[in-house]
């Protein structure tokens, strides 16, 4: 097996505003999460917020402690959320093994245990997505299916942003130090997400956006809301939400994203929304 992973380092939004395309999609697009039998990573400054993911295939994969956290265990001072976006696949943390299928997610709290991820049929292999946080305390690991969240049913076809709100890993439904994610489903027709937009300078955020064909995309916006930017994104990519960046999204089809967030407070109504009018 083997390990990546890069750092990315907090930005000023006065900087942001100087960015071009290339500039944008360096700093906050994680194009490549899977690649066969290989565990790939960034770790952003913001929050200090990881996002990874995990593929394995024909070997078993250990979620290695990399370098900038200075310790013998991944988790020796980190929780972890993580989702399979992929075929049946394991997750064995200590003693215990998660089974996780399409869709379902497991916390795993802060403690000294390995972490490995396995595939079921390396034929249809696992795509595990992943983002950790700093940890205060330890909380007990547990999968989440959909059937155990806070769903809510949000927006209509007429303004092309009906969509299913999961709320998976949250305090709502398991007790997490500053780690939040989520699952947002859009309805056929609908491509608008998170409208109307808003900011949380309390959390940053990570958006992946997965369930795209190939011959589409989605165009995600951020920036300051009276100077917004434009990042086009395709299947199994994620981006970095600055804390004082909105994080919306349209595509040229539905699709699937799954939002996790790291930051001062567990309170997911804490938003600052701004009208869509007055987006700029």
Request: charged content about 20%; overall charge negative; some cysteine.
């Given at each position: 097996?083997?390990?990546?992973?890069?750092?990315?380092?907090?930005?000023?939004p006065k900087d942001a505003k100087c960015y071009d395309t290339e500039r944008l999609r360096c700093e906050y697009l994680i194009p490549e999460l899977f690649s066969e039998d290989e565990v790939n990573m960034v770790y952003s400054m913001f929050d200090r917020m990881i996002?990874?993911?995990a593929m394995p295939v024909t070997e078993a994969l250990t979620l290695e402690a990399i370098e900038p956290l200075k310790s013998l265990y991944f988790t020796s001072r980190r929780e972890i959320g993580i989702f399979n976006v992929g075929g049946?696949?394991?997750?064995?943390?200590?003693?215990?093994?998660?089974?996780?299928?399409?869709?379902?997610?497991?916390?795993?709290?802060?403690?000294?245990?390995?972490?490995?991820?396995?595939s079921k049929d390396p034929?249809?292999?696992?795509?595990?997505?992943?983002?950790?946080t700093s940890a205060h305390t330890t909380y007990p690991c547990r999968k989440v299916s959909k059937s155990d969240a806070v769903s809510v049913h949000m927006g209509?076809?007429?303004?092309?942003?009906?969509?299913?709100?999961?709320?998976?890993?949250?305090?709502?439904?398991?007790?997490?130090?500053?780690?939040?994610?989520?699952?947002?489903?859009?309805?056929?027709?609908?491509?608008w997400n998170t409208m109307p937009a808003h900011t949380h300078t309390r959390r940053m955020e990570v958006y992946f956006y997965f369930e795209i064909p190939s011959n589409q995309a989605?165009?995600?916006?951020?920036?300051?809301p009276n100077e917004t930017r434009h990042i086009w994104m395709r299947a199994n990519q994620?981006?970095?939400?600055?804390?004082?960046?909105?994080?919306?999204?349209?595509?040229?089809?539905?699709?699937?994203?799954?939002?996790?967030?790291?930051?001062?407070?567990?309170?997911?109504?804490?938003?600052?929304?701004?009208?869509?009018?007055?987006?700029?």
């Open positions: 097996m083997k390990t990546n992973y890069e750092i990315r380092y907090a930005t000023h996002a990874g993911g049946d696949g394991v997750v064995r943390v200590g003693g215990e093994t998660f089974a996780l299928s399409f869709k379902e997610a497991l916390y795993i709290g802060r403690g000294e245990r390995n972490v490995v991820f396995e034929a249809n292999p696992a795509l595990f997505y992943f983002n950790s209509s076809l007429e303004t092309s942003n009906e969509r299913t709100i999961n709320k998976m890993l949250v305090n709502e439904v398991l007790p997490t130090c500053q780690l939040q994610m989520g699952m947002t489903e859009l309805l056929s027709g609908s491509v989605v165009c995600h916006l951020m920036g300051e994620a981006v970095i939400s600055p804390e004082w960046s909105i994080h919306s999204a349209a595509g040229t089809h539905n699709y699937t994203f799954i939002w996790g967030m790291g930051g001062e407070n567990l309170d997911y109504s804490d938003q600052d929304f701004y009208e869509i009018t007055d987006l700029r």
